[in-house]
């Protein structure tokens, strides 16, 4: 028999839902509960092409719409051989951000049809679980102030609200929609939770592709 695999766990949200926080939460208590778990967040600012994202971000750098949209797909490629040499060595990825997050996010520019945005990202390893962190716009405003990037304003993370909506409309995928607005704890274990169920129901599953 082959050995068992790692799910491979997409958190996905508009900024301020709390995504980071409950990625991290969610691999340490993997972790202390005896299983094998690593994090990864998109975009890695770390690489040459994630500082290219990085400065682009951080409006260092201007870039033209369909250039960054790539880049932020590059981004993803370029840690697809590590995803799934960890997922076959039956370590669950958790990832902070997906393609669906470069899809929402290039499509709320208005000029992009979601078919072109998903193209570059089609065959990416296909996340087991996407787990949607729902928090209403007014909501994430009450957090507090937006941070100073790029896209970082209330009218825009409406439209990549809406973009989400669309591509969660996608059977084929298995979305969760969790209530970000409950405490980090309930949060937490609730996300808990439901990834541990997927990973017993995927761990003897063939890896799919995304889109494909
Ligand atoms: N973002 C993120 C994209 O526009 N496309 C992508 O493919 C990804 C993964 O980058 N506002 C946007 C969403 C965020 C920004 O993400 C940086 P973070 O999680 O704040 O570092
Ligand atoms: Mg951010």
């Not at 990864?40 to 971000?57: A, H, K, M, N, V």
């Not at 209403?136 to 304003?153: I, K, N, Q, V």
């Not at 591509?167 to 084929?172: I, N, V, W």
């Amino acid at each position: 028999m082959a050995a068992r695999r790692g799910a491979l766990i997409a958190l996905e949200g508009v900024d301020r839902a709390g995504k980071s926080t409950q990625c991290r939460r969610l691999v340490e208590a993997l972790r202390d509960a005896g299983h094998r778990a690593d994090l990864l967040r998109f975009p890695d600012r770390t690489t040459e092409i994630g500082q290219l994202i990085s400065s682009y971000l951080g409006r260092e750098k201007n870039l033209e719409d369909h250039t960054i949209h790539l880049l932020f797909s590059a981004n993803r490629w370029e840690h697809v051989p590590m995803m799934k040499e960890k997922l076959h060595q039956g370590i669950t990825v958790v990832v902070d951000r997906y393609a669906f997050s470069g899809v929402a996010f290039t499509s709320a520019k208005g000029n992009f049809g979601l078919e072109w945005c998903k193209q570059p990202d089609v065959g990416l390893p296909k996340p087991d679980l996407i787990l949607f962190l729902q928090l209403s716009p007014e909501e994430a405003a009450e957090r507090g102030d937006f941070g100073h990037e790029r896209y970082e304003t209330s009218s825009f993370q409406e439209k990549v609200l809406q973009s989400f909506y669309c591509l969660m409309e996608d059977k084929t995928l298995n979305w969760k929609t969790v209530n970000a607005s409950k405490s980090i704890e309930d949060l937490h274990r609730e996300i808990k939770s439901i990834a541990e169920k997927t990973m017993q129901e995927v761990q003897n599953k063939p890896l799919e592709e995304l889109w494909k």
